[in-house]
Every structure is written in C-alpha cells, then in structure tokens.
C-alpha cells in the first residue's frame, strides 16, 4: 500500500506541477502580447550594400531609435537638444550629400528617432539616401 500511495502521490505532483506551469506560461503570454511585439526594421544601404530585413523585438515604451539600436550597430549625434543618426552598420552620412531617414508603416516619420516613441507600429525603414533636410537647416 505505501507503494501505491507514493506512487499516487507523485503521479500527483506531476499534474500539479505541470498545471502551475502552464499557468505561468499562459500568464507570461498575456503579458508579452500586451507589453512586448515584434517589428520588421528594414535597412536599406543605398547602393552601398543589399538591404537587409529583420524581425526586432518591440517593447512597450521604445523610441525608434532603441528598436534600430537592438539590430544594427548605430553611431548619433548630438546637435544641441536633438539625436541624430548618422551612421548605421558603419555606412555612414555625409553631410549635404547622402543621409539616414526613416518611416514608420510607410509614412515618413515626423520626429527623430530618439524621440519617436513607437505605438501600434509594425514596419520600420531606414534609408540612406541623398541629403535633403542639411539644405533647409543651413540656410
């Protein structure tokens, strides 16, 4: 008999475990689906190299700028109170010549990286491109 009750009694605690388990699991789900979500960032270098196309993890709260940093080495710059990128992957913008912009769900952003809080956004582009806003600024 104290065989049999061992035995029920780890057969127990084998469901029970594996119960509280799934609980957790479920609840780290839910807390990932509400807090945490993917984003594809897609790097387009110009004629410099092929673009390149990742899944990023997205968290709550992240600006543009921190989504870029988690999948490609990213030099800024500080002018006055602003961030800007000037350099993704070492290929890097040249002041009235070629310069990273970016958008968000196809719309072209309308704040710096840094500052761009990220909601509800499920695509990313970074594009080096000719220098367009160095212009307007220096005028």
């Known amino acids: 008999m104290s065989r049999i009750a061992k035995l029920v009694a780890v057969v127990v605690s084998c469901i029970s475990s594996v119960t509280i ?28 190299r092929p673009s390149r196309i990742v899944e990023a993890l997205w968290i709550k709260g992240k600006t543009a700028l921190e989504v870029l940093q988690t999948v490609a080495k990213v030099e800024t710059h500080p002018v006055g109170q602003h961030v800007f990128v000037v350099s993704i992957d070492e290929v890097e913008g040249k002041r009235g010549e070629t310069a990273w912009y970016y958008t968000v769900d196809g719309k072209a952003a309308d704040k710096l990286a840094y500052s761009n809080v990220l909601n509800d956004v499920h695509h990313m582009r ?14």
């Open 21 to 48: 388990l799934e609980s957790y699991a479920d609840n780290q789900a839910s807390y990932v689906n509400d807090d945490t979500k993917s984003i594809i960032v897609e790097i387009d270098y110009g004629n410099i």
């Open 126 to 139: 970074w594009t080096y491109k000719k220098d367009v806003c160095s212009a307007k600024v220096d005028k």
